[in-house]
């Protein structure tokens, strides 16, 4: 059973830092390509960043210099790295993989002034 699992989320100010982990089980991580989401409140789930098999990355327009995907297979953990987080960045923040379109239950980052 493919499982993945978010942590690192939450409460800083503008202009700091947050890492998040998205743990995966079930799976051979270097097999798949993953995406982090995010949700705003009242929003609809958009893209952040994501990284396919190959290692290639792409980013939503909003966040690209200031955040970085990676992946580590051997330990299962893809990453987000968010530097310079705005206040718009708040969310909760989904990791999935895209063959199977498994989510994560998500993590909470709150951005404030």
């Known amino acids: 059973q493919v499982r993945l699992v978010e942590s690192g989320g939450g409460s800083v100010q503008a202009g700091e830092s947050l890492r998040l982990s998205c743990a995966a089980s079930g799976l051979i991580l270097s097999m798949n390509a993953m995406t982090w989401y995010r949700q705003a409140p009242g929003k609809s789930r958009e893209v952040v960043a994501g990284?396919?098999?190959?290692?290639?990355?792409n980013y939503a327009d909003s966040v690209k210099g200031r955040f970085t995907i990676s992946r580590d297979n051997a330990k299962k953990i893809v990453y987000l790295q968010m530097n310079s987080l705005k206040t718009e960045d708040t969310g909760v923040y989904y990791c999935?993989?895209?063959?199977?379109?498994?989510w994560g239950q998500g993590t909470q980052v709150t951005v404030s002034s």
């Open positions: 990284i396919s098999v190959g290692g290639n990355t």
């Open positions: 999935r993989e895209d063959a199977w379109g498994i």
